[in-house]
Every structure is written in C-alpha cells, then in structure tokens.
C-alpha cells in the first residue's frame, strides 16, 4: 500500500509521503518525509513507527478503538486545518526576503510589481547552474559532455549549446585541470571557441590568476570573432588585484597588455575607498587615461567620489583634448542613459560643474552634451538649464534637436526654437526632419504635422516653405 | 502494567497519526481559495530547482537535461506562475513592464520572456480582445508582444493585425513579429513553416534554436525561399546528415531550390564544421564542390569566409578546396585590399610554393583596368602594398622579381 499526499501551505510547498507495507501479519509506516523545494530542510520528520503490536492484538475491541482514535483524531484534524488565505498569503512579510522554497514553487504575484519582484529575485537569488548540477557525478558529467558532443543542434547554438555549457561550467568548477583537458581535446574549433565561456564561467575564483594564463594561452578561442569569452577569469583576476590597492591594480594592467587580453572588470567593480588619484598617477593607468580608455575608471571614481573625480576630468580633458564623448561624459554615461533613474539630476549635475568653465570650454561640450541626452528631453533641459554660456545653450539645444525629432516633433520643435537665426533654424529643421526619415521612427502622424505647421507659423515661415518642409517629414525611408 | 502503557501509547500514536493526516489533507491538499498554486500530486508539481528532475525524475544524462534547458528557454518557472494569473492581472503585467536599456539584462531577458507568455496567455484566453485592447493602448511593445503572441498560435487570424501593428508602429515590429511567427510554425513542421513564409514576408537574420522533431529538412530547403532560414536550415542539415545536405547543395547549385545557394552552401560548411575539425569539415565541402562545375561553385567558395573567418579556416580551405582556381578565386576574394596581413596573408602562406602565390596575384591584378594601374600612383601604391606583402611571404627572390614583372610599365 502506497499513500500519498502532496500539499501545500503559505507559499510552502511540502511532500509528504507516507509509504506502507502491509502483508498478512504486519504493516510498518515506513517514513514520512517533508521535503521542501530547495532540500534545505530535506528530512524534517524521519520518523519510523513500527505498528506491528497494535495490529498484532488479537483483541477486537481494542483494534476497533484504535481505528476509531484515528479516524475521530483525523476529522479532528481537517476541521482544524485552514487553507491558505489570499490575504494571509498577500500580507506574508516574506515577500521581502522570503526562503527560496517559498519564492519558487507555488507562488502567484498578486501584482505586477511584485511579479518583478518575483522575477529579481529569480535572477538573482533562484536556482543557479551550481545548484541545478551539484548533484550530478564527475563520471555523468564526463558521459553527458561526450554525449552532447555528438548532437547537430550544437550547430545551431541553441538547447544544445546551453545543455553542454551547463555541464562544462559544472565540472570546471570542481576540476579545472580534467575540464580543460577534455575542452582542448574538442576537434571542432567552433565548438570548442563557444563553450569556452563555460571554462570561463565554471573557473574556481581562487585559481584566477592561473585561469589567464590558461586565456593567454588559448585566446584564439576566448577571444574569437564571437566576442570575449574570458570575463569571469580577468574579472576575478583584476577584482582581487583592485582589493590589494593601486600598485597591485597598475600591475594586472601590464600584465593584461602583455597578455594581449581585455581589461574586464568583475561586478564588485572598485572596491569602497579605493585610491583612484593614486591610481591615476601609476604608469599603467595614466595611459590608458591619456589615451581615452579609461571610461571604466572614471564611471566608478565618479560614483565614489563625483567631485574630485569630475575635476580630476576636467584636467585629463585640458591635457589631452580628445572627444569630450570619450572622456567628459563617458564618465557619465551609466547615469545619462535614457530613463536611467537620476538621468535628469545627473544630467543638471554635470550642467552644473560644465557651467562653472569658461565660455569657450562651455561650447565644447554642449553639443556632445545635447547629442548625448537627446533622448531624453528633460534631460536636455536640465543640462541647458544648467549651463551659464547662451551660446553654449543654444549649442546643446540644437544638438539635441536632432535626434529628438524622431520621436517627439513637438519637444524637437521647442529645442530648436532657441536656435535665433531664423534661417539656421530652418535649415536645422530640414536637416532634423530628413535625418528622421532615415531613421526607423514612428510614423508622422497628423497630430505632429499639425504641430509642425502650427510652431512653423509661429516662426513666421513662408506657407510654400511650411509645406516643402511636411513634404520633407513626410517621406518614408529608413526601416520603415 | 506494561501493557496498558503500550495500548495508551498506541493510542495516542493512532491519535496523532489521525489528526495529523486529517490536517494535511485538507490545509496541504486542498485547493486555494485565491487561485495560488497548489499542487495535487507529485508528477503535476515536483520540487522544482533539480533541472534534471523536470525532465526525467533522478535520471541524470544529457537528452533530460537538454530537455530541461529547452524548457527553461521557453520560460520555465514562469510559465507556471503566468498560467494561474487572471486576465485583470495579466493585462497589469504586461502594462507595467517597460523594457529600458539601463535595467539589468538577466532582468530584461526574464521579463522578455514573462511578458511574452502573458501576451501569450492572454490571446489564448480573450483572442481578439485581447489585440483591441493593445492597439488602445498606444504603446508598441505591448501591441507588439500581443500580434506576436496571435501570429504564433493563429498565425492566418493574426495577419490582418500584423499589418495594422507595421502601420502604426513601422516595419521592424513588424519584421520581429514575423519572425516569431516563423518559428513557432518551424516548430510544427516544414509544411506549415513554408505556408507562414509565403504569409508573413520578412528579411530579418533569426535565431534558429530548434526544430520540430520530424521536421522534413530536405523538403524545406527545395521549396523555401526564405534565404536566412535556409541558411540556418542547411547548417542544422550538414552538422545532422551531411550526405543529405551533400545532395541538396549539388542540386541547389546546378539550379534547384528558391535561395541562392552560394550562400545557403556556405552555411553547411559552418554547420559542418561544428561538427569535426576545420581540416575535415573543408575536406567535406570540398568533396561535394568537386563535383559541381567551376562556374557554379566559383561564387560559395567566396562566401565561405567573412571578416570573422578564423585563419586556421581559410588555412583549411586553401589546403582543402579541389583545385587550385579554388584556391586562386579565395585568394583573390581574400586579397581584395592588397593588405600586406591578415587574412590575406594567412591564405598565400598556406599555399604549397610561390609558383601559386605568383598566380595569385596575377590572379588578383587581373581585377584592375591595365591602363589606371599603370598611372603612377595607382601603380606605385600596389607595387608598395606588393612588396610589403612579398617580404611578410618570405618569398624567393625569383618569385618576387615575377610579381614585379605583373605591373605594367608606369606611364
């Protein structure tokens, strides 16, 4: 006899099991296992009863009263019990930080917010590859590789590839040396370049240092036309050499030039207090900032530290003059992305440290300025708000005029408006509405002509020029 | 005495036991007031983060695991979680969701997947409503996901909608819904990829992942003419059965089939060559090419490499192609900006003497009109880029002195 009964309470899923053996003379509850999703909590009640007395009893009286206990006990029990109530299930405080069982197996986000929620948290916290494998034998591990090794779908990059990936990682995390030997054993150089990531991926964090030269030593297949396929090792690498200081830092950077590899930071990124002026000063890193790669320095020095760092900017910009979008607002760009949480603040922000320099610097980098933020019109205006040179205003406006006009005819129309040339500002328009047929934008709608012809009267412009100039954003090109 | 405290402990155990399965059954087994999930037995719901468990109980090999990935592609624990929302909260998702590019990109990718399974569910369940009340909405990615989700399931329905999405929110909407159209069909056989095809016309390059099993290849590829799909197709084929991809490129170059082969052809080399070694793979192709006329073949042997060809491949290819205008055709398509390195280099180098590396260039030369290369400029800037190649080549001075001769006289 075999019973089971698999159940479920507040956001917990349980399996209870109950097997029994009966025969003639005898039946054993043998187990009852509570297992949660995660096998956090894989056996809470091993319990082992032996019934064999009470079934044994010859008496009847006694057997009828035992099974009457237990069927009144039962009903006791189910009047007892209480499902799961919405409320009580909408009110769990788990939500914030719930076990892992309870966020994966039976749960229903009452919200859209907290189905993004639920899903973040899946991301990152949910069952990792490590987790998913762990249980998996070195010697399946091995038998499954040479088994997908044999499967076309690998030409296609998809199940295939993703199955053989997870193994890969799986093994190269518990043996390194025996994964490498398998992977350099791979006859196919394609094969072989995309599972690289897995050696990658898998590659035991304190054996980083050994894991670039093992990426120096195969960087055809790490570095392929593919793309990189050695971030986690030089991540792992360069994070622990951030962890010991600048000197340290400056000397991964050489090693990394030498090696021919990229230079990849890890998520931890720079680590809280990290001596970014020593750093700028050391041999290595003062050329990369001089020669305009050093985007990942400055966005974590401005995160850390945003004044120093931005007149640490200013002076590598007064020395170098190269592309204020390689330097000045590359530092930026993390929090100048379109809808970035912030974007507007930053944008005044860096408005407002701009406005600080002279007229002829100010006018260098509004239009990048413009350009940069083009897609986001507060942003825009926040930055132009900010800036104290009119001519720099009118620079940034006009820029960002451009790419506005794509989608938004109106806020475009205002932008320009700021240009005072009537002529310049015509001609701007015409450029921005053909630069918008080349482009895959929305399609121009009745409500933007009319704002077109409505701003075009406003500027005084011909009737003739008006309807060359709809003719103009009417016709299609691009993607469309 | 003892007797009696075994019957009482007996009967507090048959108690116990009683209530507690009594409990169970009801606050565990029950179904939810609230729609939560509950699961009524163990196949339906089985402890979840085991991928091999998903596909296959304790078996641990790689076709249950492959099958397991293949489900989480599709959206895995997701799907679960979408399929017990009500519309009302269906709707919400997929209103609340907006895609930014600043976001998290595992985040982005799950929420991707999430709202496309809502849109799914939602279509499912409400059909053309469900596309009205998107098309309300204004907003391109919700409209977008919702025709996606009906081009999929009800791909003839949904095609009158696809034109109203492109004329609102433009033609690459369009071109990504197409696509998915395209491959949820190629997942229920190549009759019906073919009929979608000749429905939803688009040019954009797809990620192919899967076939439905059973999928007729070879039929596909006679009758498509979606040249990125065939592309994909016959890579799959030549890394799956190459004799019958073999066949299907030798018909396809001497004039079968809707696609231009050359390209398609290429693509089997690629699929091949995830299979075996450079060496072998080229030694494949380079069988099936041996047996098509030098005309028909002249054009995939160019379309083998590209920017990204690695140069053990054109090493390969050089080496492994039937016949030596192979190897000048690649030469000279690999020789196009007379760079002195790269894959230019790698292809004369891996040639077996100079006598071929002078006809190579010849070869190229040919390319020019005579009498502009004999202008100075021109001619000295070649001669320049020659030499530079030359000596890179290590190359005998006889050699040299030949390639040299190949210039016209400067006017």
Not at chain 1, 240 to 254: F, H, R, S, T
Not at chain 1, 448 to 453: A, F, G, K, S
Not at chain 2, 367 to 376: F, G, R, T, W
Request: glycine share 10%; proline share 4%.
């Amino acid at each position: 006899m075999a019973m089971v009964v698999h159940g479920y309470r507040n956001w917990r899923s349980c399996t209870y099991q109950v097997t029994g053996k009966l025969d003639s003379r005898s039946f054993a509850l043998s187990g009852m296992k509570c297992s949660p999703v995660s096998g956090e909590l894989d056996l809470v009640m091993p319990w082992l009863v032996d019934l064999r007395p009470m079934l044994q009893t010859r008496n009847a009286r006694g057997a009828a009263l035992l099974a009457a206990a237990f069927v009144l006990s039962g009903l006791a029990g189910w009047s007892v019990g209480k499902k799961p109530s919405a409320t009580a299930s909408r009110a769990d405080p788990g939500l914030s930080k719930p076990d892992k069982s309870e966020r994966l197996e039976g749960r229903k986000p009452a919200t859209a917010e907290e189905f993004r929620e639920w899903v973040e948290w899946l991301v990152a916290e949910g069952p990792g590859r490590k987790e998913r494998m762990e249980s998996w034998t070195d010697q399946e591990l091995r038998s499954a590789l040479d088994e997908g090794m044999k499967d076309p779908g690998l030409a296609l990059h998809g199940p295939a590839m993703g199955t053989l990936l997870l193994i890969l990682e799986e093994w190269t995390s518990r043996d390194p040396s025996a994964a490498t030997e398998w992977w350099e054993a791979i006859s196919s150089d394609v094969t072989r370049g995309h599972l690289a990531v897995a050696l990658s991926s898998g590659w035991p964090k304190e054996r980083a240092s050994e894991g670039l030269d093992f990426v120096a030593r195969h960087r055809e297949a790490f570095l392929g036309p593919d793309g990189s396929k050695c971030g986690n090792i030089i991540g792992s690498v360069v994070a622990a050499a951030l962890e010991k200081g600048p000197e340290a830092a400056d000397e991964i950077l050489v090693r990394l030039r030498e090696a021919k590899l990229p230079l990849m930071l890890g998520p931890a990124g720079f680590p809280a207090g990290f001596d970014f002026a020593a750093f700028a000063r050391a041999a290595e890193m003062s050329t990369l900032i001089a020669e305009n790669r050093a985007r990942f320095f400055y966005q974590a020095w401005l995160r850390q530290d945003p004044e120093r760092a931005f007149a640490s900017l200013i002076d590598d910009y007064r020395n170098v003059k190269g592309d204020p979008a390689e330097s000045i607002f590359s530092g930026f760009y993390p929090g100048l992305r379109v809808g970035a949480p912030g974007m507007t603040e930053n944008a005044g922000w860096l408005g407002k440290k701009i406005g600080t320099l002279d007229a002829e610097e100010q006018q260098e980098l509004a239009r990048k300025g413009g350009e940069i933020m083009c897609r986001e019109p507060a942003a825009v205006e926040a930055f132009v708000g900010a800036l104290t040179d009119p001519v720099a205003k009118a620079q940034a406006s006009v820029a960002a005029a451009r790419d506005v006009m794509i989608e938004d005819v109106a806020t475009a129309m205002r932008l320009l408006a700021v240009e005072r040339d009537q002529d310049a500002r015509v001609d701007l328009l015409k450029a921005s509405l053909e630069y918008r047929g080349q482009m895959a934008g929305k399609p121009f709608s009745a409500e933007d002509e009319r704002v077109l012809r409505a701003t075009l009267a406003e500027w005084a412009v011909a009737h003739e020029q008006i309807d060359g100039l709809v003719d103009i954003a009417k016709k299609k090109g691009g993607n469309r | 005495m003892k007797e009696t405290w075994s019957k009482g402990a007996l009967l507090v155990i048959a108690c116990g036991a009683g209530f507690f399965l009594g409990w169970g059954s009801k606050t565990l087994g029950a179904g939810s007031v609230s729609g939560e999930a509950v699961a009524r037995n163990v196949s339906a719901k089985a402890p979840r983060p085991q991928l091999s468990d998903e596909s296959g109980g304790e078996t641990r090999n790689y076709r249950t695991l492959r099958a397991a990935v293949g489900k989480q592609l599709e959206g895995g624990e997701l799907t679960g979680v979408i399929e017990r929302m009500n519309d009302e909260e269906l709707r919400a998702l997929l209103e609340a969701w907006e895609d930014k590019p600043f976001l998290d990109l595992k985040l982005r990718s799950k929420m991707g997947m999430a709202t496309k399974l809502a849109a799914t569910e939602l279509f499912k369940r409400q059909g053309i409503p469900a596309l009205e009340w998107a098309e309300k909405s204004g907003r391109k990615d919700l409209f977008s996901a919702l025709v996606e989700a009906a081009a999929c399931r009800e791909p003839k329905v949904a095609r009158a909608w696809f034109d109203r999405l492109v004329a609102t929110h433009g033609a690459v909407s369009g071109a990504y819904v197409a696509t998915a159209a395209k491959q949820a069909a190629r997942m229920r056989g190549s009759a019906d990829l073919l009929e979608i095809e000749a429905l939803y016309k688009s040019n954009m390059i797809a990620k192919i992942p899967e076939f439905a099993d059973g999928f007729d290849h070879a039929g596909y590829l006679r009758n498509s003419a979606d040249e990125f799909s065939c592309r994909a197709t016959l890579r799959y084929l030549a890394a799956a059965d190459p004799a019958a991809a073999e066949q299907l490129i030798r018909d396809g170059l001497s004039g079968q089939g809707k696609v231009n082969w050359s390209y398609a052809g290429a693509a089997a080399l690629e699929g091949r060559a995830a299979m075996t070694s450079e060496e072998e793979a080229v030694r494949w192709i380079g069988g099936v090419l041996g047996e098509v006329d030098q005309e028909s073949r002249t054009p995939l042997i160019a379309n083998m490499v590209g920017r990204g060809t690695s140069d053990h491949r054109v090493e390969a290819l050089i080496k492994g192609l039937p016949g030596d205008q192979d190897r000048l055709e690649l030469a000279r398509h690999l020789m196009m900006k007379l760079e002195p390195t790269g894959q230019a280099l790698t292809a004369l180098r891996a040639m077996d003497s100079d006598a071929l590396r002078v006809r190579a260039i010849e070869y190229r030369l040919q390319a020019y009109d005579s009498a502009k290369l004999a202008e100075p400029s021109l001619r000295s800037e070649v001669g320049g880029k020659l030499e530079a190649l030359m000596e890179n080549l290590q190359m005998a001075d006889g050699a040299r002195q030949q390639v040299r001769g190949l210039l016209p006289e400067a006017r």
